[in-house]
């Protein structure tokens, strides 16, 4: 019975197992992911907001007030967490350059008529006067200063909506780094897009380390718009860890130059930008450097960025149902798609790959390529997914292999007769044999004396003399008093008697005799196990059998 509850059970999971193979495969996750990370995808901008009054005394007093906004970096981020949250580069939000030289050289140029460059350096002039007043502008600010600066750093966030929103909102630095390369954190001070938060791109845990590992960069190149959507290219990681300069990168098969082309990339605004895992589409670093070499820094540089500005990065509502929305979309199934692709936009109305992907849903829906209406179509046996004569074909290959293992078996058990639980229809099962070692108990002797005295009594109870009262031609029986023997009772306290049809009407007919007690003549005993009585006990304390029967 063992055996063949173990080859049923066998089967059963040889059964599910088949049966678990095509749903297995389709479940597998979606190519085209870095849709995932692009609906987080931002454009960040900062500026400083330059407020400038400038102290002429050289002719008449006049003050001349002036305010400036100084481009400090642009680039991308990328939201990590609903309330709208971004990671991007320090030097996309900071810069080395003062921005009060800028104005001086600025409000100095317009007033003065003065060919003084608007840029970050300090400059000379031919003419000594105006050159004292302008280098006593420059800052630091002092008592004989000629400038009064007062400046601040303003952040605008443009996320990727449709329409799209040309304001963004402001956010403040949580943490920069302490270098330009470094991850900077930013949190919002106003408000951030839908009523259940913003889309999020998941963070990965780790950077592939084999040579040419397939990543996808992405980011934007200006402000979103319709005719500026996000920019997506492909890129292949050099193997190894990041060091100082960051990960670099290089195609495989060597048809491009890949830290040319994203060093382009990077120029034109996609510092800061997300590198996208391959498989999982996971955020697994940002791009740094330009020119002609566009690098990588780590996802593990990002969460101790995070860490730091006590921010942390999770998933929302929206991510949870875009992701439901894209399963459907990209396994072909886009009547299933286009109620998902509903519910985000719902959760978020501006969210434009989701606005992309059920405008072409619903244009696939119901035709020959949407897999919904191809499964319902097929004939039966006929699925629309992956033929399944591959998997009923293992499957009877391991089932086959499965009964022949049975049949080996029973086979080997047949030739070696009957086991522990075998045996024979005519014979039955067999009875187990006493472990070797254990003596076997004597049978009893018919012809020996079935009496046996058992002392259960503390102490042990007195057995009759030789030649006493007996049931038979043995030893002694073991008897006790009866009740007209107890001197309180009432009965008789004569000598021994009898047993059975000697008993007296003493003794009740129970067939007891009186014994002798060191203790005393009123001592009872229980005609049942022997125990002893007191004078009060109706019943036994040791079986429960009555006293006076």
Known sequence: MRRLGTVLALLGGCALAV???????AHEHPSGITDLVTPAVVRVEATAHVEITLLDHLDDIVHIKKEYEVPIGSGTGTVVNPEGAVVTLTRVVETGKDVKVYAANKIFAEHHKVDVPADFERHKLDDDRLDRHLQQCYPPERSTATCIIEATTEIRIFPNI??????????????AGDRPDSPAVLVPVGRADGGTGMPTAPLGAKVPDT???????????????????????????????AGDGGRRFRDPEGKADEPVKLGALIDRGLLGGPVIEDKK???????????????????????????????????????????QALTRFHTKYYGDAVPAFQRVLDLYPGHVVAAAHLKTSQAKRGTAEDEGTRSAAAPAGDGGGP?????????GVLVAAVVAGALLLWRRAAQDGPGEEGGTVETGPPVPEPPVGLPRR???????????VVGRSFPALPKLPSGG????????????????ADGTAGGSTGGA???????????????????????????????????????????????GHPAEV
């Not at 449709?162 to 943490?175: Q, S, V």
Request: some cysteine.
């Open 19 to 25: 049966a678990a193979m095509p749903a297995a495969l």
């Open 162 to 175: 449709a329409p799209a929103d040309d304001e963004g909102f402001r956010a403040e630095i949580a943490r």
């Open 211 to 241: 040579e040419g590992a397939p990543v996808a960069v992405a980011g934007f190149t200006g402000r979103p718009a319709a005719d500026r959507p996000e920019t997506v290219e492909i890129a292949h990681l050099r193997a190894g860890g």
């Open 281 to 323: 589409g996971e955020v697994v670093g940002l791009l740094v450097g330009g020119g002609k070499d566009g690098r990588m820094i780590g996802v593990r540089e990002i969460t101790a960025a995070l860490a730091e500005a006590k921010v942390t990065a999770r998933r929302g509502p929206i991510d949870a149902a875009f992701e």
């Open 387 to 395: 033929p399944l004569w591959p998997f009923l074909a293992g499957g």
């Open 442 to 452: 004597p049978q009893a002797d018919e012809g020996a004396n079935p009496t046996v």
């Open 469 to 484: 009262p007996s049931t038979g031609p043995g030893g002694p029986v073991l008897v006790a008093r009866g009740p007209g």
């Open 497 to 543: 008697r009898g047993s059975g049809a000697d008993a007296g009407p003493g003794t009740g007919g129970t067939g007891t005799v009186p014994q002798p007690v060191a203790g005393g003549a009123g001592q009872k005993y229980c005609t049942a196990c022997g125990m002893r009585l007191g004078q009060a006990h109706r019943f036994c304390g040791f079986c």
